[in-house]
């Protein structure tokens, strides 16, 4: 048997164009290819060599983290200093974060990053795997990633 790796994610969206933007134009995905006809419309988003994201204009409503399903969605940059990057696009973009700046993924660690919502109110990350030593831990009991 060989070992499984995620192939790429899905995510529902309430509005296509509003999605694509931000996950292009802010995240910088590529895209890859698209349906445009009308009650099948979807985006699939690539990082220039492989399929990473694909969006789904099928959401009648907002993302709801009280439901089972997804709880974030976690990309990873080679350094803080991109996640940084990152955060002062997003905070251009008036986009709502869950903690100020960038966090440590635990008390003491190394890695961490910055944690969002995207236009839907979907979870996100963005963090390295070093660089955030030092940085705040919003929560001394558990991972930064399970609450926000």
Sequence with gaps: MTTMRTGHVGLNVTDLDRSL????DVLDFVLVGEGKEEGRRYAFLGDGESLVLTLWEQAGDAYD???SGLH???F???SIERVTAYEQALRRRGVDFAHDGVVAHREGAASGGIF???PDGIRLEISAPSG???APAP????PTCGFF
């Design 21 to 24: 933007a931000f996950y292009r």
């Design 65 to 67: 983290p009280a439901r």
């Design 72 to 74: 974030h969605l976690a």
């Design 76 to 78: 990873q940059v080679d």
């Design 116 to 118: 969002f919502h995207d």
């Design 132 to 134: 955030a030593e030092g």
């Design 139 to 142: 929560h001394e009991s558990a």
